[in-house]
């Protein structure tokens, strides 16, 4: 059984139809990139899923139930987490406090407060947010709020994590280093992850599957091999008139 499901979810907003009866599913502990041009829809996609917003039409899925009508909490708690595009820590609390929250307003139930305190401080070193632990969120670079993005979302304990740009505008070094980060996260920890970048060679090295959204349509989907080689993707990213 696939951890996530999409069964042609649709969503209209006025005369815009963001997405188009898309359907894919994400199976347990592999990574899947999310790539497409500005508009495409990408950012709603995560906001359906994790029911930000309503789909328009079609169903998730998500562990083999079905997500439709429940509220954004109710889904985190059976274990969706997603970032969000422009960074939203707690400014005011130290980097320790905003993944401490992540995991206090998540999954898992924690035995007492020094637990989650624990389990929280392990997940700021594993996103190389160690050495900066005590600052306040609101000071650090732009590399360090998302690697805050990235440590609070898997702080929750949820199986499958969104993220929604965590390298665009990072410098190459920083890219790379996300990456690993990435990686390595996945790996200790089992997570699924779901993968929105615009970095077509960083999402290309870090997806096991690739899907491509076009003015809201599912045009492609594959291994990075596959999606690179695909005559659409090809026209639409590198301009080639087929
Ligand atoms: N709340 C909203 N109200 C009205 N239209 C919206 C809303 N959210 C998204 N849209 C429209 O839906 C389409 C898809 O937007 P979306 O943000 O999902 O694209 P995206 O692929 O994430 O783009 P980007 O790469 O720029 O982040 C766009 O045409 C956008 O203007
Ligand atoms: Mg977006």
Redesign the pocket.
């Known amino acids: 059984m696939s951890l996530l499901e999409l069964v042609a979810v649709s969503k209209r907003y006025g005369g815009v139809l963001a997405l188009d009866q898309v359907s894919f599913t994400v199976e347990a502990g592999t990574i899947v990139g999310v790539m497409g041009a500005?508009g495409a829809g990408?950012?709603t996609l995560f906001a359906l899923i994790a029911g930000n917003e309503r789909p328009s039409g079609g169903e998730v899925r998500f562990a083999g139930r079905s997500l439709a009508g429940l509220r954004p909490d109710q889904i985190a708690r059976r274990g969706v987490a997603r970032t969000f595009?422009v960074v939203r820590p707690f400014a005011g609390l130290s980097v320790r406090e905003n993944v401490l929250a992540g995991a206090l307003f998540g999954t898992r139930a924690f035995a007492s407060a020094a637990l989650a305190r624990r389990a929280a401080d392990a997940i700021v070193e594993e996103a190389g947010l160690g050495g900066q632990a005590d600052r306040l969120a609101g000071t650090l670079t732009l590399s360090g709020q998302k690697r805050l993005e990235v440590a609070r979302a898997i702080a929750t304990g949820a199986r499958l994590v969104m993220l929604?740009?965590v390298m665009a505008g990072l410098l190459p070094a920083e890219v790379d280093e996300m990456l690993a980060t990435l990686h390595a996260l996945q790996r200790a920890r089992g997570l699924t992850l779901l993968v929105?970048e615009h970095v077509m060679q960083a999402l290309m090295r870090l997806s096991q599957r690739i899907v491509v959204l076009h003015l809201g349509a599912l045009i492609a989907q594959g291994s990075p091999e596959e999606v690179a080689a695909d005559p659409e993707v090809q026209r639409l990213y590198f301009g080639e008139t087929a």
Do not use: G, P
């Open positions: 500005n990408k950012t595009q929604d740009e929105i």
